[in-house]
């Protein structure tokens, strides 16, 4: 197992970055009149997720390590509830696969960060 001495070393911050981007390209694809709601909802929990673990990461003490990561667990959980409605409400714009596809992720990186979590609370 490698040294993680910063942030882009951390697998679980660099799938993070990507979710992010696979969010923000959603969100493109959403009507013009949800810009500044659920568009706006997405892009801020898609930057904040891994700016959280980024955060959390960068802070010396576990409790406040740790309280920065259940932070990003629950800018992930606003993101796949998000999808879900997104899904739901536009599923013209929304293809199935697409949402399908980002869902996996979101569960993916979810398991890598509740991983993350049970390792740095065992290790501090």
Known sequence: MSTIKNIED???????LE??????GLA????????YNLKRHLEENARGFPANISEGFYRYFLKEKLRFYGIARGCLGEIKSDIYFASQS?????????????LSKIDKVGKKLNA??????KTN
């Open 90 to 102: 536009y599923p013209e714009i929304i293809r199935e696969g697409l949402s399908k596809a980002c």
């Open 116 to 121: 993350f979590i049970k390792t740095t609370y």
């Open 10 to 16: 951390l697998e679980v911050w660099q799938e993070a």
């Open 19 to 24: 979710l992010g981007k696979i969010v923000y």
């Open 28 to 35: 493109e694809k959403l009507p013009k009149s949800e810009e």
